[in-house]
């Protein structure tokens, strides 16, 4: 059975960073877009940065650009997502995503059927 498996979140104070990991139980190549979902508490999820695996393309959410990085180690068979500056407005629970397909909205939330366990992120002074 084909896992994803988040790990890195943690509390931070507001102007840190961090770096999320998501293993992948089997290669990245055979993934088409991975993506990376947030929901906060008592919100819903939302798309925040999304991979082309094969052209390298990478797509963020309006209220992420600039800093948040996604990327990946296709030895390692792992995404990541580096957060800099982190917010109090970050805290929420942080979720890989990964699709076979071509898709067109790459942070949309059905688009993708893999998804993590999540892994949680706290930002406060």
């Known amino acids: 059975q084909v896992q994803l498996v988040e790990s890195g979140g943690g509390s931070v104070q507001p102007g840190g960073s961090l770096t999320l990991s998501c293993a992948a139980s089997a290669s990245l190549y055979t993934y088409f877009y991975m993506a990376w979902f947030r929901q906060a508490p008592g919100k819903g999820r939302e798309g925040v940065a999304s991979?082309?695996?094969?052209?390298?393309?990478?797509y963020y959410a309006d209220s992420v650009k600039g800093r948040f990085t996604i990327s990946k180690d296709n030895a390692q068979n792992t995404l990541y997502l580096r957060i800099d500056n982190l917010k109090p407005e970050d805290t929420a629970t942080y979720y890989c995503?990964?699709?076979?397909?071509?898709?067109?909205?790459?942070?949309?939330?059905?688009?993708?059927?893999?998804w993590g366990q999540g892994t949680q992120v706290t930002v406060s002074p």
């Open positions: 991979l082309n695996m094969i052209g390298g393309g990478a």
């Open positions: 995503a990964a699709t076979p397909r071509a898709i067109r909205r790459y942070l949309g939330l059905d688009e993708y059927g893999l």
